[in-house]
Structures are given as C-alpha cells and as structure tokens.
C-alpha cells in the first residue's frame, strides 16, 4: 500500500544516475498521480548549489519534446514539492542539518505518522558510509523506513558478502531493495504471465523441446566518458552477472505457489543454484578496437593501456535439474556493437525429418528493447497451389497491438513497487550470493587471479561483436538462419 506522510530522499542528487534515471521516474509517477498524495523528495549531494540550479539538474532529462504546456506546469509543481540539501558523505554533522530539513518538512503533517525512503544513487565507496549514518540520523521512529541501493554489489562472492553484511547490521532485509532495472522493465515482467498462463508454452516448455536460449543485450555505444567505472568491472560485472542472468531464472524457474514476492524469489533461488559455476571453456571475451571513425576501447583516456577488460562476452549456462538438463544458455552482451538491442531467442527443437526435409525451427523472441515484442516462428502451408511449408511468424509487437497502453519505465515501476512495500521485483540476498557463486570463478580467472589474464579477442566497433561468435553459438545449436 501507498503510504501518505512520505519524503523520498535521493543521495547522489547531482549524479548521473538520479539526473538520468532516478528524477525522470519520480516526475513519471508524480505526472501521472502515481505518488502518495503529500510527498516530498529531497534531494543531496555534496554538490554546493542552490535551489535553482538543482531544480535545473533535476529536471535536465525530464521529456517534454512539444513543449505541451501541462506537462510543463506538472514539472513546475513537481519542483514545488522537491527541495535540495547539500552535505558530505561521511560527516555526521551533514546529516544533522538534513535531520532537521526532514523534520522541518514533517511538522506540517496532520499525523504522527512519517515515512522515509532513502534512494542511494551513490557509488559504492560511500554506500556503507552513508546507510550507516542514515540509521543513526535519519531513521523515522513512527512510521516505515525503507532504504533503495544500486548495484555495483560488490566485485565477486566475498566482497558482496562483505558489503551486504555491513548494510544487514543496519538495515533489516525487509527494509532494503536492491534494484536490477532490468526486473522493472514491461518485458520482463511479461515473462511469469507468458510462461504460466498459456498451457500451449508450458507444456512445451523444457528440454524435450526446447534445443538452446539465448539472451542478448547489445548497445551500439562505448564506454566513452565512463571507462574509469567500467574498467574496473566489465561487461560480466555489468550486465551478465545481474540483468541476463535475472532474465534467465524467470525464464527458468519452476512455478512459483504464487505471485507473492517470497514464493516467486524461492523458486528463482532454486533455480540459480541449479547451474554450474562457469568454465573458461564455455566463455568468449571480446574488446572493442577503433572502427568507423569511432575510438576503440583502449583509445578511451580514462581506461587504463593495455587493459584487457572485456566489453563483450558470451557465456554458456548449463542449469542441472530434470527440466533443463544438457540445453545450452548463451548469454551475450556486448557494448560498441552495431545495434541497440535486448531480446531472448527460445529456439526449439526441429521437427523428424521424413516428409519435411528442410524446415526451420519454431522459435519464441521476446524483444525487450526496444519496441517491446513477442512473436513466434512458424511453419505454415504456403498458400496456393502447393504443398510447399512457409517460415512465418505470429507477431505481437507492443506498439502496433497496445497502441493505447503507455508501457512504464523500468524506474517508475520499481520505486512504485518499493514506495508500495513489494519485494517481488527486487534481489533478494539469497539470490545475489548465487549469482556470484555463479561468476566468481570466471571472473577470477579474467582478473588473472590463477594465471595470466586472458586477451580478449578484438571487435570493431560497430560491428556485431567478435567474429569467432558464430562458432561459439554454433556450438551451442543455435541456427542464425532464423533472424532478421
Ligand atoms: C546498466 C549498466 O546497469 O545498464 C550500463 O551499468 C548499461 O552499462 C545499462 O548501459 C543498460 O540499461 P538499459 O535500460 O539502457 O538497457
């Protein structure tokens, strides 16, 4: 449930993330009379700025292409109920004077009743800094405190053990919400309702007709400007280990007793532990070289020379249980490719030959980004006077059949899940020591933790990865000839 009486505070107010992300959401709930009828947000960096120019840098991604005029006085009124506070992150007096903004906005209440929700849009040198000092200053006795944090989760199995066993000695595990966008995006949330509500899948869901899956993420941009950042964690660390892999277990998991958020993350955990921790064998790295104008990884200022950081990876997942026993599960990611695009490839086996020679697979694509859409292959009759079979799809692209639905941000949907209590699209602690047991030992063996650090193989940006990807996949029993 909603609550009323509710501030937002979002730490890291100035950075990327809360400018890009984190504002725009809120403003999309708050246009569309999704937030608790009084809130407040407060935002806090240690940026010195006044009002004015925070409002600026709040707003700075807040789409408005028309100019329509109600959207412009929705973000004035938007502006009316969000105020900034600057302070440190490590220095207590700094959340003293935050205390008394937040106590300040409270004392025009009507109720005793006061709700704090604390977005740490931080990077993760100040995450534990600031949980901690948040507990002791800013923790609201009368009412529901609830903390939102980002990954990075730490960088392998004992350092996220590390980190989450500092936040628990604050934060009880009902009050954190760990945040995996990709759990919020429209897509993805399809997935339970796709795979158990339609008996025509399910039954045909599992090994004996299922041959590979493949999910890809692709972006046809570098880490221009971010590579300090993501030298230190690749591809693996960003995508792979947290999205892919929260996609593979909905796609995987038995069915849960219900839709309620324990009983949905129980069977996701199950599945995760059901896969075996990956080897180098099944695992390709790629980095991106200059192509098409465009600078190559190593030519970015703020990554290191010679680092051998992937930013492309392909990766085999082999789950051991009685449903999905010997199919391959290749993720992929890849940043500087020449596409932007999400999508899961459920490829199914090929039918006996006989009197069908050359025939193609059926195969369910479920495009998340973007233009979300689901569409299925099959083989019909070619229509005339022939017996001749046709590969053709049943297509359900979002935008053309819910031409009238407004699909959500994948951050609006998650803080209206967190401001409302539901855990079912948050990472629950359980299911992230799994996923790191999962990738601990490929990413050991990446940071040359046993050995020499592997080379990635070079990709030119812009092109579809590195060209030794059509063996891997092959390997794997994918068919290339069903795209496009
Ligand atoms: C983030 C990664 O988690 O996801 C970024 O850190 C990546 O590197 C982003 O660009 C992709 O998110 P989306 O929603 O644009 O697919």
Known sequence: ELRNNTIIIVFGASGDLAKKKTFPALFGLYRDGFLPEDVKIVGYARTKMDEAEFYKRATQYIKNPDDDPAISNKID??????????????????????????????????????????????????????????????????????????????????????????????????????????????????????RFANIALSSAWDKNSISNVQITFKEPFGTEGRGGYFDEF???????QNHLLQVLSILTMERPVSFAAEDVRDEKVKVLRSIRPIVPHDTLLGQYVAANGKPGYLDDDTVPPHSTCPTYAATTLWIDNPRWDGVPFILKAGKALNEAKVEVRIQFRDVAKGIFQDISRNELVLRIQPSEAVYLKLNLK???????????????????????????????????????????????????????????????????????????????????????????????????????
């Open 234 to 240: 690749g591809i693996i660390r960003d995508i792979l």
């Open 77 to 194: 009124e938007f502006k009316k109920i969000s105020t900034y506070v600057s302070g440190g992150y490590e220095d207590d007096p700094s959340f003293e004077v935050l205390e008394n903004r937040l106590k300040g906005i409270e004392s025009t209440y009507n109720s005793n009743e006061r709700n704090r929700v604390f977005y740490l849009a931080l990077p993760p040198s100040v995450f534990i800094p600031v949980a901690q000092r948040v507990k002791k200053y800013n923790y609201a006795t009368d009412g529901v405190n609830r903390i939102i944090v980002e990954k990075p989760f730490g960088k392998d199995l004992e350092s996220s053990r590390e980190l989450l066993g500092a936040l628990k000695q604050h934060w009880t595990e009902d009050e954190t919400f760990r945040i995996d966008h990709y759990l919020g995006k429209e897509m993805v949330k399809n997935i339970l309702i796709l």
């Open 382 to 484: 070619t229509p005339g006077l022939y017996t001749r079979a046709l590969p053709t799809e049943m297509d359900l692209t979002y935008k053309r059949r819910f031409s009238d639905n407004k699909i959500p941000e994948a951050y609006e949907a998650l803080i209206l899940d967190a401001l409302k209590g539901d855990h079912s699209n948050f990472v629950r602690h359980d299911e992230l020591d799994v996923a790191w047991k999962i990738f601990t030992p490929i990413l050991h063996w990446i940071d040359g933790k046993n050995g020499p650090r592997p080379k990635p193989l070079p990709y030119p940006y812009g092109s579809r990865g590195p060209k030794e990807i059509e063996a891997f996949i092959k390997k794997c029993d994918y068919t290339r000839s069903l795209e496009g």
